[in-house]
């Protein structure tokens, strides 16, 4: 939360033009190389020297980029702000982001009727509204509210958000797919979701190019036209889709979050002065925290959902019916835990070919149908897209 808005800041106060459109491709094709090396990278750790290995590496790498880093990075503030810690603002956006966080992670337990999700649902819409009150009053905002006058950032946070809403959604849900219904191993399932940063990795040059050449919106758009249609596509799943069916949608799907990637993060820093340029990255930060947040409560709300009703609905049909603990305890067979084992050891053949067929159409349902509200998000981002960003933006990159 601290290094990525400084991280960011440090590449848009050291270029500017074009020249900063291609710095902040190279940013965000690093975060991407590094996002997508993390599963793999970590499956091999921790299965050659236990996962204790992932942190004592984390040191290693931070010592290292500490080492080049410093010595060459330029310091860089903004000398008209005030020298103050909003303590206020900050309380009330962690408190308003924590608690929708809870609710929506909650809410399927709870009941999205019940008191306490409603309640709690209140207490978020009035943190929020206190931090507008407080951001307005605060001589130095966590929040500046001024941002938000700029189509083009607001742009930018729109697309951060459904870009991060889908991806979390996606790589919560497919690991679990490819191994509970695939049966991959962790760390094959981490192996075989490269080709999403791959293709991203090479489209992202292209959308830095597209939006020198044409401006923000073409390749934006177009991005998350086609990163929609890859979704809806993964969203197809069934018992006895394999891997090689979901491979021409992944590579299109990560094509079209590269294609979006750069003009999304420049279209958003360029749109207000270079000295908020820090404060901006860090309303980004925390957009990307909220979409990652959103995307994986919801798609894992629908899912538990309506795997649970296709469940009761299946045996309904298939047989044996049972009760609501047994099921919840069942359903630990795709993972192969042993009280899940044992429980289904207690019925005949029959009905245990019924219990899995069961639960293995269960599951892929409730995972079809949440990737199925990424898809509608994803479209529903390029349409707010195309509304909202100017087709060539005023350039702030001089501004003070």
Not at 278 to 297: D, E, H, K, Q, Y
Request: glycine share 10%; proline share 6%.
């Amino acid at each position: 939360a601290m290094i990525v808005p400084a991280s960011l800041s440090i590449v848009t106060n050291a270029f500017s033009g074009r020249d900063r459109v291609r710095a902040i491709a190279l940013w965000g094709g690093a975060s991407g190389l590094v996002s997508g090396l993390g599963p793999p990278v970590g499956g091999v750790l921790t299965e050659v020297a236990g996962w204790p290995s992932i942190f004592w590496a984390t040191l290693v790498v931070v010592a290292v980029i500490l080492a080049f880093a410093y010595p060459g990075v330029a310091e860089s503030c903004d000398e008209t702000a005030v020298r103050t810690i909003d303590y206020g603002g900050a309380l009330f956006l962690a408190g308003a982001i924590t608690t929708l966080s809870l609710t929506l992670i909650e809410g399927p337990s709870w009941g999205w009727l019940s008191t306490p999700t409603a309640v709690s649902f209140a207490l978020a819409a009035a943190l929020l509204a206190g931090l507008v009150l407080v951001e307005r009053r605060s001589a130095n905002p966590v929040v500046v509210l001024s941002m938000l006058r700029h189509r083009n950032f607001v742009g930018g946070m729109v697309v951060k958000l459904v870009v991060n809403f889908v991806l979390a959604g996606l790589l919560f849900m497919l690991p679990i797919y490819l191994q509970e219904i695939l049966y991959y191993s962790p760390l094959e399932a981490g192996v075989l979701l490269l080709p999403l940063s791959g293709t991203f990795l090479l489209s992202l040059p292209l959308g830095g190019r597209l939006m020198e050449n044409y401006g923000p919106r073409l390749p934006m758009v177009a991005g998350l036209l086609l990163a929609t249609v890859g979704l809806l596509f993964i969203a197809d799943v069934s018992p006895s889709t394999s891997y090689v069916d979901l491979w021409p949608p992944m590579l299109g799907l990560g094509f079209g979050v590269g294609l979006v990637l750069t003009p999304m993060n420049a279209t958003a820093v360029n749109a207000v002065p270079v000295r908020q340029h820090g404060a901006a990255t860090g309303v980004l930060t925390t957009v990307i925290g909220l979409g990652s947040v959103l995307g994986v409560a919801i798609t894992a709300g629908v899912f538990r959902t309506l795997e649970d009703e296709r469940l009761d609905h299946v045996l309904a049909k298939t047989g044996p019916r049972l009760p609501d603990s047994t099921e919840r305890i069942l359903e630990g067979v795709l993972v192969h835990a042993q009280n899940a084992e044992q429980e289904l050891a207690r019925f005949g053949p029959q009905a245990q070919g019924n219990i899995i067929a069961a639960l293995r159409e269960a599951f892929v349902f409730g995972i079809s149908n949440a990737l199925t509200v990424s898809v509608v998000v994803a479209a529903a981002g390029a349409f707010a897209t195309l509304l909202i960003l100017k087709r060539r933006p005023t350039a702030r990159s001089s501004d003070c």
